[in-house]
């Protein structure tokens, strides 16, 4: 069984940045491709981030693309989303999420586990 527990949302200007972390238990983190989504109100969960086993390959949704940085430490078992000038649009809940299969897609269904989610919002 995997867990994750993301953290680093919080409040934040237009044009700010932001931090997000996800600790995930498990000896088998290293094998897993790991993504980021995210919902906002009324609308659906959507792709944000994800990247593979190794860190060597990434893929980002364009609406993040130059903006946010997806990373993992796997000796710390840890993903990081850093998010660089932030827009209200950006505003949602923040989940990360897990792939045993190593794939790195953006397809939801496709990961197995999920963290708890972490509030990110962003004024104007």
């Known amino acids: 069984q995997v867990q994750l527990v993301e953290s680093g949302g919080g409040l934040v200007q237009a044009g700010g940045s932001l931090r997000l972390s996800c600790a995930t238990s498990?000896?088998?983190?290293?094998?897993?491709?790991m993504g980021w989504f995210r919902q906002a109100p009324g609308k659906e969960r959507e792709f944000v981030a994800a990247?593979?086993?190794?860190?060597?390959?990434?893929n980002y949704a364009d609406s993040v693309k130059g903006r946010f940085t997806i990373s993992r430490d796997n000796a710390k078992n840890t993903v990081y989303l850093q998010m660089n000038s932030l827009k209200p649009e950006d505003t949602a809940v923040y989940y990360c999420?897990?792939?045993?299969?190593?794939?790195?897609?953006?397809?939801?269904?496709?990961?197995?586990?999920w963290g708890q989610g972490t509030q990110v919002t962003v004024s104007s």
């Open positions: 999420a897990a792939d045993p299969g190593g794939r790195m897609v953006a397809i939801a269904t496709w990961y197995d586990y």
């Open positions: 990247i593979t086993w190794s860190g060597g390959g990434t």
């Open positions: 498990g000896r088998t983190f290293s094998s897993y491709a």
